[in-house]
């Protein structure tokens, strides 16, 4: 077969300095007597014509005089080195490099696996699918030339998703949604025998058994993705959530509060740009959803979920959907709603608008586009000017002029001060 060469693709699809990078990486390499390579998902992408900016580099032998070479070279570069990894993170502008020693993981008996140098073969070896394995070499001498040890070319061009060896999924199980994830975001499909081992490593309860951070990672990437649903439709047909935790027992419900979930993404953004959700965190309360709270608690803790106001969430769930019938009864009962959420965060909030009724629906939308920003004008200090000592009672009339202008009864600062006279007045 020729060689393919891509330095004509790479010069026109990456912005000047990572493509000088590239080339210059190659020369400090080759003048070391050294090799490096691109490698990974910015290989696949460009072959692909896909944009990609997350440059990878692998150096056969040793990348850290390599990444000193680059130091020189740029001056200002950060450095970030994770020598036990054998790897490094330099930035330019605002760009990341991420360049490592071709490297493998061994397994010393009764020890954590570790990171030891490994021919660039035994490198890409240990990847998760052939299209991934590509590589390319910035030698100056081939600088542009496809490196295709694994089958990863053939693949590319026939769109499918085939694992390089029988234990990769149950090795890495984070490897199952990534599948499913390469597949639809390409529109390939996945190879019959990794379709296979896929279910077989899901039916044997691999899943559980993967690092629950690097799951829930690979979690917010899908959320990231365009055909994010397809996505979770197709995880949920091959069963990988019950795989996780039991209780995933409404594909259709909760792929329908997703999509809800996303239109009322769309709206919070187009209205309240400045105050910032976690949108991952919305889709991920939504696609709970039909967890009970134990199992809810369990994955989270799994996932490692964390940060504060998130398990505020997670704890609350249960109680803030309890307290929607009051709403649901009375729905122009603005004290109760601004009540019901605003101990919540408002991911939680966002999340209850997506599976709930049209009323509490409209309920949060109130809530968020007038209730929550409510507050009192005039203070303490005008109150004194009234005449009112600090203390319980000064306490008590505020609280009543909050709940005044919740109800939409007081809207100047002149109005406050009438309705705080009239109280006084009335003892
Ligand atoms: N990789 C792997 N197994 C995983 C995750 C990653 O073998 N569970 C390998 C793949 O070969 C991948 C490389 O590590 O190409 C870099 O990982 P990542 O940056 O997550 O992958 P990309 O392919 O760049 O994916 P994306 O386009 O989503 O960033």
Redesign the pocket.
Known sequence: MPEKNILKTLEASLPPILFNILVDTGRIASTLGLKAYGV???V??TLLGRK?L?V?IVVEGECYPVVDGLMERYGLMEVIRHERFLTAELYLDSYRIDIATTRKEEYPRASLPQVVPATLREDLS???FTI??LAVCLDPERFGTVVDLCGGLKDLEAGIIRVLHKESFTE?P??IP?AVRFALRFGFRIEEATEALMVEAIEGGAPREASGRRMLDELV?IFEEERRWQIVERLFDAGLFNALVDGFDNPEGTLSILRKGEAILGWYEGIRKEEEVEQWFVYFLCLTDSLEGDALRKLSCWLDVGGKRRLLAIEKRDEAIGALEAIEKDPEDRVGIYEVFSSCPLELVLYIAARGSPVVEGAVRLYIEELMDVRPILTGRELKGLGLAEGPRMGEILRLVFREKLEGRLQTLEDELRFVKDLIEKG
């Open positions: 990974g998902g910015f696949r992408d990609n997350d990878d240990r990847r998760d991934n394995t890495d984070v490897r990534r990437n």
